[in-house]
């Protein structure tokens, strides 16, 4: 039976949604703009199936995410049974984006073998129903996925004003609360929700008009504030999230110190402990020796910007 694979990155926004419309799409409330990393890799391959099958870094899997995607699919379009079987070049449900890489790839895998039709923007629109972060995954550069239609699209390329990303893993344990599940607690119980959601659109604004006058240190400037904001929402919560450990805070306060330093970096996390140090390229191997020398230099990743979700050969 033929196949037919797809790969995408998992997107870091620097701008960041939490929290979601009281309608249904899965759409964001607030508006929010990322870029992909480079070198870790979602790989999906989709073949025909007498029934639905996930496999996970090779473990058979049942995920009601995927489930209700398809579902939808099918409700649009005629999808056979597949065999979906998805691997991760870095670990996954750790606060490291899979389910961003995960659905962009399964969407464009699908798209081909399923002959579907759909362009780039319909794509996005497919992958945010899977996860909102998703619909991001499918474009490279700096990404926004803003209304009235909340499809991504690429505000500038990576050329504009490359970046990397320094990672540093802290905890590869998958996470306790999913995002999912966090953003709703945020949403009906932190009382700085509302402050949030006023606040969104001019954050966003401040990025865009950063990103475009490339301004690092504004956009820095933003971004941490933005990542603060959305963690003080999730401590605010009830119950309260702390996806936080003690190496999370040391990194952080080590970015800080290079700042201070006049080193072009600033941090930003998700719903996870890893820390990203966004860092323009020259910076990179400063910020990368500081890191490694806090978490080892085993769990120390260096990302460039990352392609497009696209095929590849299966
Ligand atoms: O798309 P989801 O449901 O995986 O939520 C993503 C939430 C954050 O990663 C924490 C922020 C963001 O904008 O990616």
Request: net charge neutral; proline share 6%; charged share 15%.
């Amino acid at each position: 039976m033929s196949a037919t694979a797809a790969q995408a990155h998992p997107n870091i926004a620097l701008i960041k949604y939490w929290g979601k419309q009281d309608k249904p799409g899965n759409l964001p409330a607030t508006p929010n703009l990322s870029i992909t990393l480079a070198e870790l890799t979602t790989r999906t391959r989709v073949s025909s199936a007498g029934r639905d099958e996930l496999w996970l870094n090779g473990n058979r899997k049942e995920d009601p995410k995927v489930n209700g995607f398809l579902a939808a699919l099918r409700k649009k379009f005629a999808v056979e049974p597949l065999k979906i079987e998805s691997e991760n070049n870095f670990p996954t449900g750790a606060g490291l984006a899979s389910s961003a890489s995960g659905f962009a790839a399964l969407i464009t895998a699908i798209n081909e073998h399923a002959q579907l039709g759909l362009n780039r923007e319909l794509m996005s629109e497919w992958a945010r129903r899977g996860s909102a972060s998703a619909a991001r995954s499918l474009f490279s550069g700096y990404v926004a996925l803003v209304p009235p239609m909340w499809r991504a699209h690429q505000l500038a390329p990576a050329s504009h004003m490359p970046l990397n990303v320094v990672v540093a893993i802290t905890n590869r344990q998958t996470k306790s609360v999913s995002s999912t599940q966090g953003m709703e607690y945020s949403r009906l119980t932190s009382p700085y929700y509302s402050a949030w959601l006023r606040g969104g659109p001019d954050d966003f604004a401040a990025a865009s008009s950063a990103i475009n006058q490339r301004d690092f240190e504004a956009l820095a400037q933003i971004s941490e504030l933005s990542c603060l904001k959305m963690h003080s929402l999730m401590l605010t919560s009830n119950p309260t999230l702390s996806y936080w450990n003690p190496a999370t805070v040391a990194c952080m306060d080590a970015v800080r110190d290079l700042r201070n330093q006049g080193c072009a970096v600033f941090f930003t996390i998700d719903a996870g402990p890893q820390l990203k140090a966004v860092c323009l390229p020259e910076a990179t191997s400063q910020v990368a020796a500081t890191l490694k020398n806090i978490v080892g230099d085993e769990q120390v990743i260096v990302c460039g910007m990352g392609d497009a979700a696209g095929l590849i050969e299966p």
